[in-house]
Structures are given as C-alpha cells and as structure tokens.
C-alpha cells in the first residue's frame, strides 16, 4: 500500500473546511483514487462491465472450496459469494456488495502496479532468474495478467492462512526456462498461471489444503512426485489456450488430497 497524493490532499482540503463542506469532500470518491485503478460506483449482483472484472482479479481467491470465479465482466452469484469471503477475511461487513468499504480494503492491498500487498511481478517472474513476461506460448501483456490473478490468489491464500509470508520459488517461466528446469511440456509456469509456493511457519499440507478455497484449480503436493519440497497451485480451469480440459486436477497424497478425497 501506498498513501497517495490524491487522498492526503483530499484529507488536508477537508481540514481547512467547515462542517457541511467537510462531509461532502469526504464522501466524493476521489478521495479513494488509487495509483493502480479506481471504482466509480457500487457494483452488485446483474452489473456488468471491465470495473466488475478488475474486481473479479482481486476476489478470485476468495472463489470457495473446488470453485473458481470467471473473469468475465459480470457480477453474478459467485462474484458475489466471493465479495462475501473477502469481506468477512478482512472483517468488513459481509453484504456481497462491492461498495467503498470493499473498494477501501483493495485500495489498500494493492501497491500502484496493481499487484497486491505481499507480492511483486519480479517475484513472480523468477523461474529462471527473471526472463521478463516472453518466451512463452502467450503475449507478454497476457502472461503478465495471469501472473496478477495468480498474485490475488496468492494473497487470499497467505490471508486464509493466518498472513504468514509465502515464498514463491517459481512463477512463470519462459519456454526455455521451462525446458531447463525440466517442467511439464504444457506446465501452467508457461502461461503465468502458476506458483510453486513454500512457506516457513505452515507445513506444506496446511498450504495446500488452504489452497483448495483460494481458486486454485491445479493444486500439487507431498506425496505427488517430485513436489515434496513445495506446492505447485495454478488456475487451469481458467486457461483456454493450454492442451488440457478444463477442469480440476488435485494430488497431494499425502496430505489427504487426491482423486476421491479431496
Ligand atoms: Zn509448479
């Protein structure tokens, strides 16, 4: 978060002014402007438009257990339901309204580049050392906006599980990072759609089994093959341009996740 030059003078012209004049300076929405991005009215269930989708970024992490919310521009139940859960993450009054208070809370996450409070893009792009957003099967602007949804859910994630730091140890990785490395020939790392995450104050199965609320629709843990020292959590549900369906695909055996019994 930073306290930007919008609302600290916003702030200091209220001050210099009397009563009736103060309340409306104070209720005018500039005075909430933000460095990333700005909502100009209340959004609730049936509205429609790119502010709905900017919201839909910043709650996906807050889709609920084996779901995920669409980012498509329209506010409907599950947007809703995921307002609810954020709201009452962060101990707003939980109406499923994204109205200034909800607006006030993400402004306060989010640092200027649109990214939420504990995470970066350069955190993100590290999988081979910091390749930029090419290279991959997407466009740069693309991947670059996978990567934030991907942060979002990351910080839902880190919130659920008591605002303890998560580490990611690979976000995106370019196709020859990926090859490097030796990822999956159509690893979700490609598309900026994935996090291997660790975390030194929860065990990996408190991570992963956190992760199954937080809109992760690839999720996987000890007890998976060569994910032992990390959870792997993507959103390939949400991917249209990858070889696979889209659906649900969860193995952490070890933790109790699995076809089955999850
Ligand atoms: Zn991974």
């Given at each position: 978060m930073r306290v930007n030059t919008w609302k600290r003078a916003a702030v200091a012209f209220a001050l210099a002014l009397p009563g009736a004049a103060i309340a409306a300076v104070v209720a005018a929405p500039a005075a909430y402007a933000d460095g990333c991005y700005t909502w100009n009215r209340t959004l609730t269930q049936g509205r429609s438009g790119d502010d709905v989708r900017q919201l839909q970024i910043r709650v996906a992490?807050?889709?609920?257990?084996?779901d995920i919310v669409e980012n498509d521009g329209r506010y409907g139940p599950k947007t809703a339901a995921a307002v609810k859960r954020f709201q009452q993450a962060y101990g707003?009054?939980?109406?499923?309204i994204a109205g200034p208070q909800t607006f006030a809370k993400l402004y306060q996450l989010q640092d200027n580049d649109c990214t939420?409070?504990?995470?970066?893009y350069s955190e993100l792009d590290n999988g081979c050392g910091g390749s930029g957003?090419?290279?991959?099967?997407?466009s740069a602007n693309q991947t670059k906006q996978n990567a934030l949804r991907t942060m979002w859910k990351l910080e839902a994630l880190r919130r659920s599980l008591g605002d303890k730091p998560l580490r990611v140890s690979s976000g995106y990785r370019s196709r020859a990072c990926n090859n490097q490395v030796g990822?999956?020939?159509?690893?979700?790392h490609l598309y900026g759609n994935a996090a291997d995450v660790t975390s030194r104050t929860s065990s990996l199965c408190q991570v992963a089994r956190a992760a199954?609320?937080?809109?992760?629709?690839g999720l996987y843990g000890p007890g998976?093959?060569?994910h032992d020292d990390h959870v792997h959590v993507d959103s390939r549900r949400e991917?249209?341009?990858?070889?696979?369906?889209?659906t649900t695909s969860w193995s952490a055996p070890d933790c109790g996740i699995g076809a089955g019994n999850d």
């Open positions: 992490g807050w889709a609920g257990y084996r707003l009054r939980a109406d499923g939420p409070a504990h995470f970066s957003w090419s290279g991959g099967p997407l990822g999956a020939s159509d690893s979700q199954r609320d937080n809109g992760f629709s998976y093959p060569d991917n249209n341009s990858d070889r696979s369906s889209n």
